[in-house]
């Protein structure tokens, strides 16, 4: 890990990152995210880093969430981060509402972002559509958040995807502005981690469309709810081609279904789409699918029995939960403590 570009101050590295808690955590959500912030925790522990995940619940009320839909979807998220192997002892781990000062924050970055910034988002564009006068005002602020989140804990490295790259870019930019226009070298210049390809999860049942929580057909994911019957047979009954599997990976172009299996088998079994064909190459999907069914089962249903048994017990992941929101704001109270000094606010 290089030190997060700055003006002359070198920080100390610290990674953050965080997911909404929107419920209905899927394969997808595994694969893509909590699986590589085990492994930004075990790194962190190696390398002498820390490392700090949250749950973004002031993001997830942008739009209208219902109050106990929103505090079930924040524990399972928090039961799903916990169960895939994130250990609160060695990684924070909170939720975002607990920890006042990042809307402290924030309130400082609206005041030092431009609506001109604001409304080149992207996501802004796509989820406010040609209603924006309706569109919520967290809505249309929801980067400079996002960026006091990451900011609060003089966050050097934040592992994203592509599709939030424009936010850290953002954040960049206010934390830029905010050094210049006060004449410091507080803030880093967070920078975006992107490793490469994350594993696209598709459809099961149509390997062209993403796997996702609101396909009307619960055989087109798997659940991280799923137990161990569940995800064999979806996976045996997922949707495949009547050809062999190929011997390499030029041989899946145009397979859409074929491709999204050996994926998932590739980044459950921890290797290449290469490494997987050679030994693969020439089976027919009669043969394949059982291979990938007992993997499957074997690296997820003892999330998904862990997950069940943490959902069972809210008042563990709540004590975890507060835990993690006093060792954040040890952080982020310092942090936020100067900022009004430098800002001029008398306390």
Not at 82 to 103: C, R, W, Y
Request: proline fraction near 4%; include cysteine; hydrophobic fraction near 40%.
């Amino acid at each position: 890990m290089t030190d997060a570009a700055s003006t002359g101050t070198t920080f100390q590295p610290r990674v953050f990152s965080g997911i909404q808690p929107s419920g209905g955590l899927t394969l997808g959500n595994y694969l893509g995210a909590m699986r590589r912030f085990v492994d930004w925790q075990d790194k962190g522990l190696n390398d002498g880093f820390e490392t700090i995940f949250c749950m973004v619940d002031l993001h997830a009320i942008t739009v209208w969430q219902d109050p106990e839909a929103l505090r079930r979807q924040t524990r399972e998220l928090a039961a799903g981060y916990i169960a895939s192997g994130l250990d609160p002892a060695k990684a924070i781990l909170f939720n975002q509402s607990q920890v006042h000062e990042h809307t402290q924050l924030a309130w400082i970055f609206n005041c030092i972002a431009r609506m001109g910034w604001m409304q080149r988002m992207t996501q802004w564009k796509d989820k406010a559509g040609k209603n924006q006068q309706n569109a919520s005002l967290g809505l249309f602020a929801y980067p400079s958040l996002m960026a006091a989140d990451i900011l609060v804990y003089h966050a050097t490295h934040v592992p994203v995807g592509e599709d939030q790259k424009q936010h850290i870019e953002l954040t960049r930019d206010i934390a830029i502005k905010f050094n210049n226009d006060y004449g410091v070298d507080f803030f880093p210049v967070t920078e975006p981690v992107i490793e490469g390809a994350a594993t696209r999860v598709m459809s099961l049942r149509d390997g062209s469309k993403k796997m996702s929580k609101s396909d009307p057909s619960d055989m087109a994911r798997i659940n991280m709810t799923d137990d161990a019957d569940a995800i064999a047979q979806k996976i045996r009954k997922a949707r495949t081609d009547p050809e062999a599997l190929p011997s390499e990976a030029d041989g899946l172009e145009g397979r859409a279904e074929a491709r999204n299996l050996v994926n998932i088998y590739a980044a459950l079994a921890d290797q290449t789409v290469d490494q997987v064909l050679a030994d693969v190459g020439g089976k027919q999907f009669s043969e394949f699918k059982p291979m990938l069914a007992e993997l499957a089962v074997a690296k997820l249903s003892p999330i998904s029995t862990e997950m069940a048994r943490l959902m069972e017990a809210p008042d563990e992941i709540d004590a975890i939960l507060r835990n993690g929101a006093e060792r954040a704001r040890a952080i982020a109270a310092p942090v936020l403590k100067k900022t009004y000094d430098i800002v001029g606010m008398i306390r």
